[in-house]
C-alpha cells in the first residue's frame, strides 16, 4: 500500500470499528448467569514434578516455552526470529521542554534482517526522560493509536503524515509531565508505523516482508498477525535502548491500552528483558478469559480485526473450550515479573471480571517464586485497587480509557516494581 491508500485504509478502519463495535453484535452475552461452566487448561500439567524446585526449573526450561509455542500456534502467531540490525537517527533532541522537566528526543529506527540488508522497516520513536542529574530513568514503552503527535500539545512533536489526527488528542492517555515529575521516561511509537491497523491488512508493508522467503507474500496460517509486528517492534525499540544515556533499559515497563494492552501482554510474554507489564482495558485476547464467552467473542473479531492474530485463531471462533490456551497462560508466561492488569466498570466488551480472574489464575506461577498473588479471588469493587507481590489489578469507574487514576496507580505500582 501506498501512504495514501494507507491513510484512507485507517481511516475505514476506525469507521468500521465504530459502526460495528459502537452499535454490538446481538449476540453479546453480558449477563453472569449465560456464562458457561468452563475448565481451563492447565498451567502445571498432572505429571509436572513436585517438589517446589524442581517444578520452578520444569516451569522455566520446558512448560513456559510450551505455552508461549501454544500461544504463537493457537492465537498470535509465530514471530520470526531472525537476525536484525537497528540503526537509530536523532531527528531531534535532546531538547529541553516542559520548562526544564525534561528533555525531549526524536529518533527514527530502521530495521534490517541481517540477511537481506536491502530490506527495511522505518519507525519514529519519542523520548522524554526526566532530567535526573547522573542518573538513568525508568521508562513506560507503549504504542500509540494516532501518531505520536497525539500524545501531548508539545508544538514540537513531529506530525505523522499517516494519521491526520490533532496535537493532543490523547494527551489525556499519556500525562507525559506528571510522569516526568514522578521521574519516569516515555517512549513511543505510532502503532501504525510499525503494522498498519486497518482490515484491508495485506502484510504488504510493516514488517512482515522483511522475512519473507521464497516468493511468500503472506503469512502462514500460524505466524505473525498485526499484534505479534507490533509486539516485535516493541522489543526492537527495547533493544534500541540498550546504552542510552537517559533511559536505564533495564528497568522498562511495557504498556498498552485495548488492542495495544493485548499487544503489550504478548510483547511481556515473549521478552523476558520487559520488567514490568501493564495491560490496560485489554478484553479479548488480552487479559479476558476466553471460555466466560462475556462480552466480546473470537467470532466477533474475525472480520473487523481478525488480522491481529494468526489466521489459525479464527478456527476458534464459537468454540473457545477447544482452545489449548486461555488467557491465564498469557499471564502467566510473565511470571515472576511485574504485571498490572486494569478494567472500567463500563467496559463490559472487555469483560472487567474475565480479566481480574486470568490473573487470580496466573497465582500458581507467581507461588513458584514464594510470590503472593492478589489478596483475594473475588472481583474487588471499583476504585479499589488490590495488589499482591508482583500483581495489582484495578476495576476503575467509567468507561473504556485511559485515565489519570489509572495512571496514578501504573505510577505507584511501578514505584514498588521498577526501584534500582
Ligand atoms: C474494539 C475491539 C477490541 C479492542 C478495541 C480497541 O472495541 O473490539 O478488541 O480492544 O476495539 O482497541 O479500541
Redo the contacts with the bound molecule.
Sequence with gaps: MNLHQRKTATLLTLTS?AS??GAEPADTNYDEARVPNYSLPALLPNDSPTAAPDLRAYWETTRRAEILSLLEENVYGKTPTAAVTLKTEVLEGPTDVFDGLGRRRQIRLTISPKDHPDRSLKIEVLLYSPKSPGKKAPAFLGLN?SGNQCISLDPAIRINPASGKARGFHQDRWQVEWLLKRGYALVTSYCGDIDPDNYRHDFTDGPHPLFYENGQSRPGAKEWGTIGAWAWGLSRIRESLQDDPFIDAKRMAVIG??????CALWTGAQDKNFKMVVSN??????AALYRRCFG?RIH??LK??GYWFCRHHASYAHREEELPTDQHMLLAAIAPRALYVASATKDQ??DPRGEFLALVQAAPIYSLYGLKGLPDSKLPPPNHPVSGARVGYHLREGK?AVTAFDWGHYLDFADRQLAP
Design positions: 470499528a460495528l463495535f493509536f491500552h485495548s488492542r495495544l494492552g493485548k482495558n485489554s478484553g479479548a485476547g488480552g466480546e466477533h473479531m473487523p480485526v466488551w472487555a473504556h
